[in-house]
């Protein structure tokens, strides 16, 4: 039987891609600026939430999306520091969180009243970094009990992050952890990455984390004003 | 890990092409994969291999063109003429 080829020429993830543009124009249309937390599990993004929702919880007005696995347990965590809008993402086992998700939960939330958005990303280092959320940047974290080489054993992350936290410093004493490797590991991969050096545990370091937040918000926010 | 979703999504866009009463009808789907598109190629193959061999599929298989870059695309889609056209 004759074989017939048809031409195709499209890209995978086109829709995907599709979504995070609507995604994107949501929230440029309301001036909010966003944030994809992306990380592997136990690096600390919920207990960086955590702190920064209690620290800056009456000056800026935040939403949260998670995007855990299995559980409720990050968005569990998360809610009762805030009666801000929270709006878990089971994944269901999947390795990473998609835009159309995020679509969806953004009818949840009141963007008209909100300065800012997290994404809590699914914790894993290698499939976030191949979908856009409609995220205005991705904030990688990795914590000193990782390792120094993290930005070269995931490079692809790193690369396509515009900020850094390294977390957990507080255990820096007890470790062998060579903060100019690393630092220099992730500009090797990444020379314009942009590093936050933090304790969610102790908040050592977490002044730049908000004061960096509270700029993003602002100058969003004084967009959304001119508009 | 997120291959067998990139997988579904080729998968998706075969039938755009193809329509759904020709599934069972492919017999190919040409991809290009690039080196720094994030995917296992290895591993995207088989899961490709395993829903092209089942239903709604029949017997069709993925042909995979590695390339250098970030390219990730499906080019073209074989199907088995049925005579009708």
Not at chain 2, 12 to 32: F, K, N, Q, Y
Request: proline share 3%.
């Amino acid at each position: 039987m004759a074989v017939r080829r048809i031409d195709v020429r499209e890209k995978v993830m086109a829709k995907n891609d599709e979504l995070a543009a609507q995604v994107r124009d949501r929230l440029h249309t309301h001036g909010v600026p966003s944030l994809n937390l992306v990380s592997s599990p136990g690096s600390g993004k919920t207990s960086l939430l955590e702190r920064t929702l209690d620290a800056l919880g009456e000056r800026l007005r935040m939403a949260v999306v998670t995007g855990d696995v299995q559980t409720q347990n990050d968005a569990d965590r998360l809610a009762v520091r805030t009666d801000r809008l929270v709006q878990a993402v089971v994944t269901g086992g999947a390795c990473h969180m998609d835009a159309r998700q995020i679509f969806t939960a953004l009818d949840e939330i009141d963007l008209g009243d909100t300065d800012l958005v997290f994404v809590e990303n699914v914790g894993n280092l290698v499939c976030p970094a191949s979908w856009d959320l409609g995220e205005d940047a991705k904030v990688v974290i990795f914590s000193v009990t990782e390792g120094e080489d993290k930005p070269l054993k995931y490079p692809r992350m790193f690369e396509r992050s515009h900020f850094c936290v390294i977390n957990k410093i507080d255990l820096l004493p007890y470790l062998p952890f060579d903060m100019d490797r690393a630092v220099g590991f992730a500009r090797e991969v990444n020379p314009n990455l942009r590093f936050f050096f933090t304790s969610a545990l102790t908040e050592e370091g977490m002044e730049d984390w908000y004061e960096f937040l509270i700029d993003l918000a602002r100058a969003e926010g004084e967009t959304r004003l001119e508009a | 890990m997120h291959e067998l979703s990139i997988a579904l999504d080729v998968c998706r866009i075969a039938e755009e092409h193809v329509g759904a009463d020709a599934l069972s009808r492919v017999t190919a789907v040409g991809l290009d994969v690039g080196d720094r598109a994030g995917i296992e190629i290895d591993n995207l193959e088989f899961c490709l291999e395993a829903l092209l061999g089942s239903a709604p599929f029949g017997s069709g298989r993925p042909e995979i063109r590695r390339l250098e870059g970030e390219e990730l695309s499906v080019t073209y889609v074989e199907v088995e003429d049925d005579g009708s056209s």
